[in-house]
């Protein structure tokens, strides 16, 4: 069966600095997507990144990089240069397929990140 | 604007009291999702649609309808709410091609 954990309920860093959260997954398949989510304090989900699993190089979207380990089966999100703005709750997601025959995804329970001046 | 609608946004109701939550979108997106999230426990899916009449379980079915007969409308309902059902719930759609999920606003329900 699908897992998706994430290990860190809470994380500190300074503004400026980068961050790694982590996340680990576990499937049988061989084809997957991968996904972070931002939850703010507001409440809304934001879509951060995504990385399949036939994707050979990790997916970067401007401070955000996903560092895919395939044989470790890990995704941890990057972020660098942090600001305060991203103080939110991170949620890791996978799906497995390519997205056209299934639509099912799990999350993991999400860490905190909080970022202080 | 693009956007995925919820309503309503709070609802307060009782045990057994049969009550829908509606969620639409203007996107055209052929798949969606109603996710609930609870602390300590992240998101679960709850149902999916991959296209009009068609719709499949997520992890956590019981206690949930749903129904596609529209493409821009995906109703949940709960014919008979009880209060483990009280959770921050969540709507989501996407095109097929494209990954990501755009997620409505969420709807907080209390079953007392």
């Known amino acids: 069966a699908q897992k998706i954990t994430q290990t860190q309920p809470g994380m500190f860093v300074q503004e400026k600095e980068a961050v790694t959260l982590d996340c680990t997954y576990d499937?049988?398949?061989?084809?997957?997507?991968l996904f972070w989510y931002k939850q703010p304090s507001s409440g809304e989900m934001i879509f951060l990144i995504y990385?399949?699993?036939?994707?050979?190089q990790n997916a970067t979207e401007g401070r955000y990089s996903l560092n895919f380990q395939k044989a470790r089966k890990s995704a941890n999100l990057v972020i660098s240069a942090s600001q305060l703005g991203d103080s939110a709750m991170y949620f890791c997601?996978?799906?497995?397929?390519?997205?056209?025959?299934?639509?099912?995804?799990?999350f993991g329970t999400g860490t905190r990140l909080q970022v202080f001046p | 604007e693009a956007q995925v609608t919820q309503n309503p946004r709070y609802l307060i109701t009782v045990t057994g009291k049969k009550l829908t939550v509606t969620c639409s979108q203007n996107?055209?997106?052929?798949?969606m999702s109603w996710y609930r999230q609870d602390p300590g426990l992240g998101l679960r899916q709850i149902y999916y649609?991959?296209?009009?009449?068609?719709?499949d379980k997520g992890d956590v079915p019981e206690g949930y309808k749903v129904s596609r007969k529209e493409k821009r409308n995906f109703p949940l309902i709960l014919e008979s709410p009880s209060p483990n059902q009280t959770s921050l719930y969540f709507c989501?759609?996407?095109?097929?091609?494209?990954?990501?999920?755009?997620f409505g606003p969420g709807t907080r329900l209390t079953v007392t």
């Open positions: 989501a759609s996407r095109i097929s091609k494209v990954h990501e999920q755009y």
């Open positions: 499937t049988s398949d061989q084809s997957y997507g």
């Open positions: 990385q399949g699993s036939y994707d050979e």
């Open positions: 997601a996978m799906r497995e397929g390519q997205g056209m025959n299934t639509d099912k995804l799990i």
């Open positions: 996107m055209n997106h052929e798949y």
């Open positions: 649609s991959m296209n009009v009449e068609v719709t």
